[in-house]
């Protein structure tokens, strides 16, 4: 079956420091690849997307990702964190053959300003 | 922007009680999904539906549950007898492509809570 793993739970950063956030899967073939963002009192969000073509991709407020086939992984960075990043981030991944996507338990992240 | 909507924010039922909740997804999408997320664990698939019918379903997605698309602009999720152990946030999200792409635009949810 489909999984999806995030490796940090809870991660506090001081503002302006570099964030990465750790997503692994287990699924053999062709996925798509997503990161979600909560923010407080807010609904989910779309922050980024890979389906295929250049593995390092760029999504909205300076986060990017690198999907890394071999390693299974799909990392988040941000390379400066502000304040206004605290928010649950969320991992997904759909197999291309499906409609569902598969979660990952998500990594609250609090900066402190 | 177009937003998906959700009512209610927030309801407290009984045990063995219906609960219908409701969505409005994005007015040109044409597939539309329910998760959940039960508090502490994570988001989970429940249902997705496409021209009027239910394309795929979790295990979860039992007789209990239900969906409709009653109006051309509603899409509701019924629970018919509901247990405690479904009380969770139920989110709608909605999708506007043929292929199913992942970009889902979701509502701000609905907390179910279950006495």
């Known amino acids: 079956a489909q999984s999806v793993s995030q490796h940090n739970h809870h991660v506090i950063l001081s503002e302006a420091a570099s964030l990465e956030l750790g997503c692994n899967y287990s699924?053999?073939?062709?996925?798509?690849l997503f990161w979600y963002v909560q923010y407080p009192g807010q609904h989910l969000q779309l922050l980024l997307k890979?389906?295929?073509?250049d593995p390092l991709v760029k999504g909205i407020k300076g986060f990017e990702a690198e999907f890394i086939k071999s390693k299974f992984s799909f990392n988040l960075r941000k390379p400066s964190v502000q304040w206004s990043d605290t928010a649950e981030y969320f991992c997904?991944?759909?197999?291309?053959?499906?409609?569902?996507?598969?979660w990952g338990a998500g990594t609250k992240l609090i900066i402190k300003p | 922007e177009p937003e998906v909507t959700q009512t209610p924010s927030h309801q407290v039922t009984q045990m063995g009680q219906e609960v219908i909740l409701r969505c409005v997804p994005i007015?040109?999408?044409?597939?539309f999904y329910w998760y959940r997320q039960i508090l502490g664990q994570k988001v989970e698939f429940l249902v997705s539906?496409?021209?009027?019918?239910?394309?795929?379903k979790s295990e979860i997605f039992d007789d209990q549950f239900s969906v409709e698309r009653p109006d051309g602009s509603n899409f509701t999720l019924k629970i018919r007898s509901t247990k405690l152990e479904d009380s969770a946030m139920y989110f709608c999200?909605?999708?506007?492509?043929?292929?199913?792409?992942?970009?889902?635009?979701f509502g701000e949810g609905s907390r179910l809570t279950v006495l």
């Open positions: 999200a909605s999708s506007p492509r043929l292929a199913f792409t992942g970009e889902l635009f």
């Open positions: 007015s040109n999408h044409l597939y």
């Open positions: 539906f496409y021209n009027n019918e239910i394309s795929e």
């Open positions: 699924y053999g073939g062709t996925v798509n």
């Open positions: 890979y389906f295929s073509g």
């Open positions: 997904a991944v759909n197999a291309r053959s499906n409609y569902q996507l598969i």
